[in-house]
C-alpha cells in the first residue's frame, strides 16, 4: 500500500518534510515523521484480523472488535524513531523491536551496511511493522529485515517508510 498515490492528508506530511525550509526545523520534520507513522498504523490496522470482546460499559456490555494478537514494530536507530513512535502511538499495545545498523563507508565511495546489535522479541506468527523513514537504496531495511527473521517466523511483515526511491523499492 502506497498512501502518496491518492490524495490525502499525509501527501502534506510528506510535501513538508520533502521542503527544504521544514527540513531545517528539526521539531516540525521529527512531528510530520510522527503524524505520517500514525496514519500508517491505522492504515495497516485495516489488514489486522479482529476477535469480538464483550467491555463492561457504564451503560452496560458492549461487543468490540479488537485485534486477535499484537504486532511487532521495529525501527532502524536512530533516523527511524519518530516514525517508530507515531506507530506506537496508534498501536499502543505492540510490541518493539530495534536494530542498530548503519553505513560503513570505503575510500572509494562504496559502503557496506554494518549491524552492531538488535533487540527484539520473539515474531513467530505475529505481524511484524518495520519502519524505515528514508529508503534510498534498500539495503539497510533489507538487512534489518534478514536480522528480524532470526527471531521468528512472522504472519506479515509490512514495511513503512515516508519517502522511498525508486532503486530502494526494486531492491
Given amino acids: ?12 506530511f510528506i510535501a513538508e518534510l520533502r521542503d527544504i525550509t521544514i527540513q531545517t526545523d528539526r521539531m516540525r520534520f521529527r512531528r510530520n515523521m510522527e503524524r505520517l507513522g500514525e496514519i500508517f498504523a491505522y492504515e495497516i490496522s485495516k489488514t489486522f484480523a479482529y476477535q469480538t470482546k464483550e467491555v463492561e ?55 557496506e551496511i554494518t549491524v552492531e546489535y538488535i533487540s527484539c522479541p520473539p ?16 539495503s539497510s531495511l533489507v538487512l534489518a ?14 514495511l513503512v517508510t515516508a519517502i522511498a526511491s525508486t532503486m530502494g523499492v526494486d531492491y
Fill in 123 to 138: 515474531v513467530d506468527g505475529r505481524i511484524l511493522i518495520v519502519c524505515d523513514p528514508m529508503l534510498a537504496t534498500g
Fill in 57 to 111: 460499559t457504564p451503560l452496560g456490555v458492549a461487543s468490540i472488535e479488537v485485534p486477535e494478537s499484537q504486532p511487532v514494530i521495529a525501527t532502524i536507530l536512530r533516523a527511524g524513531l519518530p516514525l517508530h513512535q507515531g506507530l506506537l502511538n496508534v498501536l499502543d499495545h505492540a510490541d518493539n523491536g530495534f536494530v542498530s545498523a548503519y553505513r560503513k563507508h570505503h575510500k572509494d565511495g562504496t559502503f
Fill in 145 to 158: 529485515v534478514e536480522k528480524l527473521l532470526e527471531h521468528g517466523t512472522p504472519a506479515k511483515i509490512h
Fill in 1 to 12: 500500500m502506497i498512501l502518496s498515490n491518492k490524495p490525502s492528508i499525509a501527501n502534506q
